[in-house]
T-cell receptor, first 113, second 112 residues
Framework: NAGVTQTPKFRVLKTGQSMTLLCAQD?????MYWYRQDPGMGLRLIHY???????AKGEVPDGYNVSRLKKQNFLLGLESAAPSQTSVYFC????????????FGPGTRLLVL | GENVEQHPSTLSVQEGDSAVIKCTYS??????FPWYKQELGKRPQLIID?????GEKKDQRIAVTLNKTAKHFSLHITETQPEDSAVYFC???????????FGRGTSLIVHP
């Protein structure tokens, strides 16, 4: 039981490049989330999903897209990376109402030059 | 949406002292209040949570108290140890949803 995993762990991009971050969970959770963490800013929600095939915008969605084609996977895409997207990205998953504990992945450190 | 404010942003204590971190929220319908601990370079992990039908919950050296009238909840750590040094985050969901809003975090430093 691996919990929540993320790939890659670290990536360096040049401005304008694109990339996809992959999140996978093996706990059969319905809900999945993408956060970014910047110093002094806490965890800010980018996008989330309440089930396979559904996605919704969070607090800071601009410049990102997501897809959840399979229940266990949640992908975060950056179409044209900008230096402002330099951050640590965390994926999380949670079960249904009444079991709201979020389980986080190990994080992806992204540097955009 | 929910607005969560967390104080202080940094807390420095001596080993053995108590530490208290406070969060306020805006949505009176919120009903679930977790606390997460994030050690340096690691992922956040739940350490304790409380639901709106109770006022206090304890787990060994940590406790959480909730004041629904004043819309604030606090994390209490007693007999602090160096391994308690970490960033602590509170969170609260908007009353009608399960999507949490996180506080900005408190960096707790426990000096040996």
């Amino acid at each position: 039981n691996a919990g929540v995993t993320q790939t890659p762990k670290f990536r360096v991009l040049k401005t304008g490049q694109s990339m996809t971050l992959l999140c996978a969970q093996d706990m059969n959770h319905e809900y999945m989330y993408w956060y970014r963490q910047d110093p002094g800013m806490g965890l800010r929600l980018i996008h989330y999903s309440v089930g396979e095939g559904t996605t919704a915008k969070g607090e800071v969605p601009d410049g990102y897209n997501v897809s959840r084609l399979k229940k266990q996977n949640f992908l975060l895409g950056l179409e044209s990376a900008a230096p402002s997207q330099t951050s640590v990205y965390f994926c999380a998953s949670s079960d249904t109402r009444g079991k709201e504990t979020q389980y986080f992945g190990p994080g992806t450190r992204l540097l955009v030059l | 949406g929910e607005n969560v404010e967390q104080h202080p942003s940094t807390l420095s204590v001596q080993e053995g002292d108590s530490a208290v971190i406070k969060c306020t929220y805006s949505d009176s319908a919120s009903n679930y209040f977790p606390w997460y601990k994030q050690e340096l370079g690691k992922r956040p992990q739940l350490i304790i949570d409380i639901r709106s039908n109770v006022g206090e919950k304890k787990d060994q050296r940590i406790a959480v108290t909730l004041n629904k009238t004043a819309k604030h909840f606090s994390l209490h750590i007693t007999e602090t140890q160096p391994e308690d040094s970490a960033v602590y985050f509170c969170a609260a969901p908007s009353g009608g949803s399960y999507i949490p809003t996180f506080g900005r975090g408190t960096s707790l430093i426990v000096h040996p």
